[in-house]
């Protein structure tokens, strides 16, 4: 793949590109309370960007100051190189898909289809033929003269979503879009959301809490917490290099120990930790002696009964104290000899009958990894 | 109105139990008479002191005036042959709606208080939407200040205006002191007057319902609709004007109804020039003790009101529902 | 779109409440006048007061009104207790919808036709049986109770809905027969409500003139029927005065209701912080 393409699919690589959405410098305080704390983003057209995060650490506010209904208590952003500090929400080239979906309740479903249009003087025959366009993409056509109240939540979710992408914005926000729906429904909506994406090609922020949502559906995330950025990056960025010990625990499950460098050169480290000594195939820049963290998440730990060949690195010895049966995959917590335990997780392959090296509780068994799971962690 | 209820479970534990011992039966029987109890009591309270008034006004108003007492014919008479007759006087509602003053009482009262049940909603509406829009201790006091006036007389908040608008009261003295009229201006004793009044004491009545209603309104959707390019003013006239119409009916009724039938206000405050067919009924009983008249008039009063009766009543039961 | 006023609600907010509030306060700084004339300042004074003090005939309406009043508001929130379970708890009965509408009717009913009705009734009545011999207390106190009883009917009847029967449940599941249920559980927890109802009759019926002079005798006047005798006429001076004993009397007694409110809010408060921190 040529330099070229890459930029193509990941516009934020290429340094002379210019970006579709800038946040510069927000804060938005509620009395003295800091919702969102001085922020910079930058989002690329096309993009399906998330904003994830635990309730409270600011994601939805800042997804409403860029609708426009919360104006930032200082700092700037644009979309399309068009600065928004004095733009009303209702001119603003935004449109939003509410928690709530927000259906007006006394319309029917093409009626809220056509609101917008009808406020931005869009024709009437012009409203009825885009709206019946956009019901079509949403498979909702056979709907259109049904009550919110009669529909189902799978139903009013893509009404919700109908109603924000009917009138093209340059960019469609939406807050939790699959929150108020079942599980099962939910993983089958997300897919549906990202071709409707790749079909109309608006740019899409999103807002969620969930961080299989954000994998799932996002070309970038940002973590957020206390109102600020942990980290923005691709979801294997994320999930692979966290740079905190925040994101590497927000995301996923991960055990981390607490260490000191032992030997610090350019091609590898070695941490003394509280589940031995640990040997990272990379170079960082850490001094000798510094207080680390390491994260090594449950799947990259192998677990065996029989104890390795030789001796070194990136081994330790435990119990197994609890075994968590999911069906794909069992979680075993090991209790190392020097009392740390340790999450580790293993596909079942072969069905528990049959399984001849069955690991069970109490027993002996020894863990392993390679050189470069571990993550070390300054923070 | 309809039973919406379904069964309650007590029938039904009734019937499992077909043959209980002597002493359970005797216990159940002691269960379900004070039951009885409950109901009769504020039952026949009603049949007899709301609904029999009723029918016998009805039955009055069918009768004919006597010098007597009481001062009205028998619905029911023995006639000399034995037998026993119902006359009915159609008279007294022919009476009323051949005489000028009747009909023009009727239609007077129709107009007042449809234009003060719009006048409430036209000044009772931003209250109740300012309200709404308050921080929520704000609200709070802001709501028992409306509240308030309810716990003190009727009466003399009424007495208030006439000491405000008098020829020599509160209202004159001060225009007349700051010069900008000469001579007062007449607003007592006026149609004017019986507005300012009706308003005055009424308005709470329209506040309280459309706070109510209003207070239920989800917020997202005046951002969504702002967020999908409708001004503020489109945002009320497209949403926040058609869900708040349950409280403008409910608010509006409750004005209406009331004002109708008003007899203190267009007394007081409207004098001998004004026009309304509470005052008129009054007058009718108490100075012409014209009993089938008054009885006539207030049938047809009645029947005015109904239709807005049974209106409230179903947004009531709606509500209800709702919840 | 912030949740805020904008100055044309402030200003409405401000406006609203000067109109209902100022021809109040000047009502009570009028009664404070030296002159006759009402609305000729003629100095400060209390005479209006002590010739209200001194006068026969306004102790006795405070006397008869009180009277009815609190009679009014005993009976009307035990009746209207009693209707309110029985619309709400009792499932289907016979003639229960009959029971709402006349549930409902008295609340939207105009006066005047509430009262000449029931004069009719007491004066049919008494041609009848001869019973009521004379209207005065009883007959008011009667007509009273009729109206008061919906009011708190309603109360009650709200209440129960938002405390549904979970409770009540419970103590059935553990045995209690329902009367005992009645009197243990939905009783103490209705005891707010015939309160706040009791109040509200009270009220009504201090508040009644309408009705009150429909079905009066000869003799028997209630303060509203005092008052509305000489104002009829034109302002008087010594009605100011007895206009502002009365607001005081209900700002007193709002403010005490208030305070006890505040109390019972911050004493649950304080239970319920004991009860999490448990």
Known sequence: ?379 | MTDTMRDSPVPEVDKALENPPLGARISRKIQSSWKSVVVFLPYSWLLIFFLLPFVIVAKISVAEALIASPPFSSLLEWTDEGILTIRVVIDNFLYIFQDDLYVTTYLNSIKISSISTLLCLLIGYPIAYGIVRSPPTTKNMLLFMIILPFWTSFLLRVYAWMGLLADQGTINNLLIDLGVIETPIRMLYSEFAVYVGIVYTYLPFMILPLYANMEKLDNTLNEAAADLGAKPTSIFFTVTLPLTMPGIVAGGLLVFIPATGEFVIPDLLGGGNVLMIGRLLYNEFHANHDWPVAAAVAIALLVLLVAPMMLYQHYQAKEAEAR | MSKGRSPFLTWMLVLGMAFLYVPMILLVIYSFNKSKLVPVWGGWSVRWYVELFQSPEVWSAVMLSLKIGVVNATFATILGSLAGLAMVRFGRFKGRTLMSGMLAAPLVMPEVITGLSLLMLFITMQDLIGWPAERGFTTITIAHITFSLAYVAVIIQSRLVGMGETLEEAAQDLGAKPFRVLTDITLPRLAPGMMAGWLLSFTLSLDDLVIASFVTGPGSNTLPILIYSRIRLGLRPDINALATIIILVVAVGVAIAGIIMMRQQRQRDLELSRVSDG
């Open chain 1, 1 to 379: 793949m040529s330099e070229q393409q890459a930029y193509i699919d990941s516009p934020w690589l290429d340094p002379d590109a210019e970006p579709f959405i800038k946040v510069r410098g927000i804060t938005k305080k509620f009395g003295a309370f800091t919702a969102v704390n001085n922020v910079d983003l930058d989002i690329y057209r096309g993009e399906l960007f998330c904003l994830l995060g635990g309730s409270g650490c600011g994601k939805s506010t800042l997804l409403r100051m860029l609708a426009g209904f919360e104006q930032p208590t200082s700092g700037s952003f644009s979309i399309d190189g068009v600065e928004m500090a004095n733009v009303p929400a209702y001119e603003r080239p935004t449109n939003m898909m509410f928690q709530s979906y927000a259906l007006f309740p006394h319309m029917t479903v093409e009626k809220n289809v056509g609101y917008g249009l009808k406020q931005s003087g869009v024709p009437k025959s012009e409203i009825e033929d885009r709206v019946n366009d956009i019901l079509k993409l949403v498979e909702l056509q056979d709907f259109k003269k049904r009550k919110p109240h009669q529909l189902s939540g799978g139903q009013s979710q893509r009404v919700a979503l109908a109603r924000a992408l009917v009138k093209e914005p340059k960019v469609l926000l939406l807050d939790e879009p699959l929150g108020a729906l079942d599980k099962r429904l939910r993983e089958q909506t997300q897919f549906e959301l990202m071709n409707i994406q790749e079909k109309v090609g608006i740019t899409f922020i999103v807002v969620t809490h969930d961080q299989e949502e954000a994998m799932t559906l996002s070309t970038r995330i940002a973590v957020m917490d206390a109102g600020q950025f942990s980290q923005i990056g691709t979801p294997t960025e994320i999930y692979e290099f966290p740079e905190s010990r925040f994101v590497a625990d927000f995301i996923g499950s991960t055990n981390i120990f607490e260490g000191r460098v032992a030997e610090e050169s350019g091609d590898h480290v070695t941490v003394d930790t509280e589940a031995g000594p640990v040997l990272i195939d990379h170079g960082m820049s850490v001094q000798n002696g510094a207080r680390v963290f390491i994260a090594l998440r449950p799947e990259k730990i192998q677990l065996t009964k029989e104890p390795p060949v030789a001796a070194g690195p990136n081994q330790a010895k435990g119990v197994v104290e609890d075994i968590g049966y999911l069906g794909d995959v069992s979680i075993y917590r090991v209790r190392l000899d020097n009392g740390t335990l340790v999450d580790v997780t293993a596909p079942n392959l072969v069905r528990p009958k049959n399984r001849t090296h069955k690991i069970t509780w109490e027993e002996d068994v020894y863990l392993s990894w390679s050189a470069s799971s571990p993550i070390l962690l300054t923070k």
